[in-house]
């Protein structure tokens, strides 16, 4: 008996020594396992950040800019990773051509890490079309265009803690992230922006001159603070420049909103309201305080912006205009039978335009009309229209009053109108070769469906009492083009509103000049409409308050000064302030 005993008490140690060692073999595959999918949660939550963050930058700055910022955006937030070397991104497209989306997609080794970045993502490629294990593939529904979409993936080995004893030295694990950017219409509009990329002074404002982003009316019944941008990064800025500049005694930028932020209350259109509730955004940073360079400076008795400029974050670029009027699938430069009247879009100059969804109400409306006018060697754009040249002294130097009903024309001479005299065009489009000197009064309105007025070349020129009427136009000016339109306090009268519907609803001006688009104040104005010049100086200057209620202005640079006070409050037909953001699609 006593044997017997020895013999089962040996058998149950052995056994108990494999079930503890069994247990702690289990025990140490479940640590691992749960490190390795602690692992892939947490790097599915940096993959789904990064590729947001990248898509955002690619199609702003191209596939090079957002490569960086996905990589660095992945060695920032992930714990045992400090720096991911982005020198191959120069793999990558500057500039995604939309017809033509080339696929890059490079590998970074980092560490323990292998971060892949795509972009542009095609249908066709795998992180797009692969399913679910055991499942189908996941189809291409509202996925967007392969320059819209950004894809990183994130494969992580990590070395076994307990589990080697066992045999099994690591564990792998793979991620993806495929975003799309979603090009946002939700914000009430705009009042100014200057898309001026890298300058100084962008917005400036002296010798007592005022800018005014008036609040704007919700269409659900609110009022909405008045909005400023300034696209410019202030990198050609010194010293103590600012992108926003305010120089001179009494001088003010100022954007008003909604009562409560402690302002000077007023009453707008009803609402009370209050001076600086608006904002006012710039690219360039700001440090704490009201006024610091790069993005601001104010001397000379200047005030500081009203409020505080905040960081804009991303680029607005010209896109939103580009959009709705002129959408066309690759903006790198403008189709070539267009070079000799849009400012070329090269890499130099380019804003970065997002494609557009190109379907049957989708035109390039503004390459379409120059196309149709043709350059200036072609005469005229269609056997219709009346051709006045100088010779014809009589209709060019204008002395007595004239009417012209139902016909279209081109005028190929330097027009002056004479104190006191008219030339009123019903009901027909007009293409201006030459200068335009308005001392009397140049009264345009074009057809309906067809509203527009194309200056194919030459100035125009507005005298202090002279009066200028564009009536529900859309007033085209080409490269070399420009207007001065001087105003008086006992004289003359601007009025110039956009047409209502059809391709050019809402847009007053379009201009693809570099040159300076002169206002200033007027006995009589109305201004209605987007006034687009997205490669031209704005400037405006005294002769008392130009109210603006119904326009929007978009330019290169603006500048107010002589005492001027320019009050700017948007439409409902205004271009949004756009938020663009990123949506995970795979």
């Known amino acids: 008996?006593?044997?017997s005993f020895r013999s089962d008490r040996g058998a149950s140690i052995f056994m108990l020594a494999i079930s503890l060692f069994l247990l702690i073999g289990a025990s140490a595959i479940a640590v691992d396992i749960a490190a390795i999918w602690l692992d892939r949660s947490t790097d599915q939550k940096v993959t789904d950040a990064a590729a947001a963050v990248?898509?955002?930058?690619?199609?702003?700055?191209?596939?090079?800019d957002a490569c960086e910022s996905a990589l660095n955006y992945v060695a920032v937030n992930t714990p045992d990773l400090n720096t991911v070397d982005t020198t191959d991104c120069v793999q990558f497209d500057k500039i995604c051509n939309p017809d033509n989306p080339l696929e890059t997609e490079w590998d970074f080794p980092a560490g323990r890490?292998?971060?892949?970045?795509?972009?542009?993502?095609?249908?066709?490629?795998?992180?797009?079309?692969?399913?679910?294990?055991?499942?189908?593939?996941?189809?291409?529904?509202?996925?967007?265009k392969p320059c819209q979409r950004l894809a990183v993936k994130m494969t992580s080995t990590r070395n076994s803690l307990f589990a080697q004893v066992l045999g099994f030295s690591s564990g792998r694990t793979s991620v993806h992230t495929v975003a799309k950017r979603i090009v946002g219409d939700d914000k009430p509009p705009l009042n100014l922006i200057v898309l001026d990329r890298t300058g100084c002074n962008t917005i400036s404002v002296n010798g007592g001159g005022q800018i005014v982003a008036d609040p704007v009316v919700h269409p659900d019944g609110y009022l909405v603070g008045g909005l400023i941008i300034a696209d410019s990064d202030g990198s050609e800025c010194s010293g103590t420049n600012g992108v926003i500049n305010v120089s001179g005694l009494g001088?003010?930028?100022?954007?008003?909103?909604p009562a409560g932020c402690g302002g000077n209350p007023f009453t707008f259109?009803?609402?009370?309201?209050e001076e600086g509730c608006g904002t006012i955004r710039v690219l360039a940073p700001n440090d704490p305080g009201p006024c610091t360079p790069p993005a601001c400076s104010n001397s000379g008795g200047g005030n500081a912006p009203n409020p505080t400029p905040s960081p804009l974050g991303s680029r607005y670029t010209r896109a939103p205009a580009d959009h709705r009027y002129n959408c066309y699938s690759n903006y790198t430069t403008p189709p070539l039978d267009t070079l000799w009247a849009a400012e070329e879009?090269?890499?130099?100059?380019?804003?970065?335009?997002?494609?557009?969804e190109e379907t049957a109400t989708r035109d390039p409306y503004i390459y379409d009309l120059i196309e149709f006018v043709g350059p200036r060697t072609d005469g005229k754009p269609d056997s219709t229209y009346e051709y006045w040249k100088a010779e014809r002294n009589e209709k060019c130097n204008v002395d007595s009053n004239i009417t012209?009903?139902?016909?279209?024309?081109?005028i190929d001479c330097n027009l002056q109108i004479t104190s006191g005299k008219s030339v009123t065009i019903n009901n027909g489009n007009v293409v201006f070769d030459q200068d335009v000197t308005v001392q009397g009064a140049l009264k345009v309105n074009p057809p309906a469906d067809k509203p527009w007025t194309f200056f194919r070349g030459g100035k125009l020129t507005k005298a202090g009492t002279g009066t200028l009427e564009f009536n529900n136009a859309m007033v085209y000016m080409a490269q070399g083009s420009s207007l001065k339109l001087s105003g008086s306090g006992s004289g003359g009268a601007l009025i110039w509103t956009a047409p209502t519907a059809g391709d050019f609803a809402d847009l007053a001006l379009w201009s693809d000049s570099v040159e300076t688009h002169a206002w200033s104040g007027q006995s009589a104005l109305t201004l209605r409409g987007i006034f687009f010049m997205p490669r031209g100086i704005a400037a405006y200057s005294g002769g008392g308050s130009?109210?603006?209620?119904?326009?929007?202005?978009?330019?290169?640079?603006?500048?107010?000064?002589?005492?001027?006070?320019?009050?700017?409050?948007?439409?409902?037909?205004?271009?949004?302030?756009?938020?663009?953001?990123?949506?995970?699609?795979r």
């Open 1 to 3: 008996m006593r044997e």
């Open 54 to 64: 990248g898509v955002l930058v690619a199609v702003e700055t191209g596939g090079q």
């Open 113 to 144: 890490y292998e971060i892949t970045v795509v972009h542009p993502v095609t249908d066709t490629h795998d992180l797009m079309t692969s399913g679910i294990v055991g499942g189908t593939a996941q189809p291409l529904v509202d996925d967007g």
């Open 251 to 257: 001088s003010v930028i100022r954007a008003d909103g």
């Open 269 to 273: 259109k009803g609402f009370p309201a």
């Open 345 to 356: 879009l090269t890499t130099a100059n380019q804003q970065n335009i997002d494609e557009c």
């Open 404 to 410: 012209i009903n139902n016909q279209n024309l081109v």
């Open 546 to 585: 130009q109210e603006q209620t119904d326009a929007q202005w978009l330019a290169w640079n603006l500048t107010v000064g002589g005492g001027g006070v320019l009050h700017i409050a948007p439409g409902d037909g205004a271009l949004p302030a756009l938020s663009d953001r990123a949506e995970l699609i």
